[in-house]
């Protein structure tokens, strides 16, 4: 059977796969899982309870909320704010777990449920799977002055702005910034603190209504934001995606800055300062070669993990690392978070720029990329291959002839039917010609009958 838990909590359409009974649900195994250590100390548990500004989120809270006070938890309603936010609060008030509601940077009609325990950490995968086993438990019910109690706490956004004013080592003052708010939930945050910062903030895409997030605007969609910068005149543009984890950057010329180069630039600027850890960063195998590359130059090691901030974040944690994050735009700073937070991280990259007087572009060129070609094959049998030996042969091949000059990456994707095959190289037209050859050989060999 599936696991309810993906990478990134339970999502799925909204009032079809994350309905009000799934959700209410949830909310009651999670209250007893995650609150069984302040039950067996005697006391009422208490959860933060966030969420993206998406429409199917209003009914989704409210079921969340109700099953956790049905369950016995004291619960502080935070209302819209980025994940980040609600991992920091979770630690911040001393809670004994956080819940966001938020898909990301999915489409508007889709919904998740995440849970982050005390502290405002992830959760691991035997967690998830004891909450999603007690979905359809009989739990006793508390009764009188045991059932929880709901607060509409508003000043969390402030004590999150705080915290992030308090990270950045310097101020953002004769910078102008457009930000990009993908009608999520760092609408109104995001342009907050980067003025509080001393920008000058030019919004676009922080109007949320509950129907147009994600729809054109953000880190998945950033035309509207080159062009902004361009017309404005700006310094920097700063794209977030819909619960504000990630963080894409433009340049003054439109250009894109991507989360390997974002990650090149703060990893040089960390060990300027002396707070990479042993001088390492940690990325996923997607990460460009040029990267990798990049960092040797600067004498950086880079540890590599599977696809996923989660698995970034547990080889962070297991090593004590500050620096970790994906190519899409996940950076996890550790020292002043628990998960990716888009807003620290353009910060970061704004607080740089005035540190060095170098503009994005400039700092930009940290490191090379490498042409990337990405081909998503469907229609074959995935689990085969990493054992099917035609397929590992024209890899080794492919390996063979780009050797020090690219690399070659097959892997089965975590959430669809479909094989990635990527390859870079020194060349567009050397990675393309690679890349259609594996994917031949990937149809030939592991095509479904």
Not at 306 to 324: F, K
Not at 338 to 362: H, W
Not at 417 to 446: C, G, I
């Amino acid at each position: 059977m599936a696991r309810l838990f993906g990478t990134d909590g339970v999502r799925g359409l909204a009032n079809v796969d994350i309905t009000a009974e799934l959700a209410m649900q949830l909310a009651v195994s999670a209250a007893h899982v995650l609150g069984a250590e302040a039950r067996a100390a005697g006391r009422k548990p208490k959860a933060v309870v966030g969420r993206d500004p998406r429409a199917s989120g209003e009914f989704l809270g409210a079921a969340v909320v109700a099953g956790l006070a049905s369950a016995g938890v004291d619960v502080h309603n935070v209302g819209v704010l980025p994940t980040p936010a609600v991992a920091f609060l979770t630690s911040d008030m001393d809670a004994h777990f956080g819940v966001m509601l938020s898909a990301s940077h999915n489409a508007m009609p889709d919904n998740g449920i995440k849970f982050f325990a005390a502290g405002g950490h992830k959760l691991p995968d035997a967690v998830e799977d004891e909450i999603a086993a007690g979905l359809d438990r009989v739990w006793e019910r508390p009764t009188g002055a045991q059932v929880g109690r709901v607060h509409q706490n508003r000043a969390g956004q402030a004590r999150y702005v705080a915290h992030l004013l308090e990270s950045i080592p310097n101020n953002l003052d004769g910078l102008t910034v457009v930000i990009d708010g993908a009608h999520g939930a760092a609408s109104s945050v995001s342009p907050e603190v980067f003025r509080l910062a001393g920008a000058e903030v030019i919004e676009i895409g922080t109007e949320p209504d509950g129907l147009n997030i994600n729809d054109g605007y953000g880190s998945t969609h950033l035309q509207h934001l080159k062009d902004a910068v361009v017309a404005k005149g700006a310094d920097i543009g700063i794209a977030h995606d819909g619960d504000a984890d990630r963080c894409l950057a433009v340049d003054a010329e439109g250009n894109e800055i991507d989360g390997d180069q974002i990650m090149g630039i703060l990893a040089v600027d960390m060990k300027s300062r002396g707070a990479l850890h042993e001088d390492t960063l940690v990325a996923t195998v997607m990460s460009n070669l040029g990267l990798i590359q990049a960092m040797e130059r600067e004498g950086i090691k880079v540890k590599q993990t599977g696809v996923g901030d989660r698995y970034v974040l547990e080889e962070m944690r297991a090593s004590s690392h500050t620096l970790g994050g994906e190519q899409s735009g996940h950076v996890i700073l550790l020292e002043h978070g628990t998960t990716g937070d888009g807003v620290l991280t353009g910060l970061m990259l704004a607080a740089r720029m005035v540190a060095t007087g170098k503009t994005i572009a400039e700092l930009g060129t940290v490191m090379t990329r490498l042409p990337q070609v990405l081909i998503n094959v469907k229609g074959v049998d995935k689990a085969r291959v990493e054992t099917d030996e035609g397929v590992q042969a024209a890899v080794a091949e492919a390996g063979q002839q780009l050797d020090g000059t690219g690399r070659v990456l097959l892997r089965k994707s975590g959430t669809e039917p479909v094989v990635r095959v990527m390859v870079e190289a020194a060349s567009a037209e050397e990675a393309q010609e690679v890349a259609d050859r594996l994917v031949t050989v990937v149809k030939d060999r592991l095509t479904l009958a």
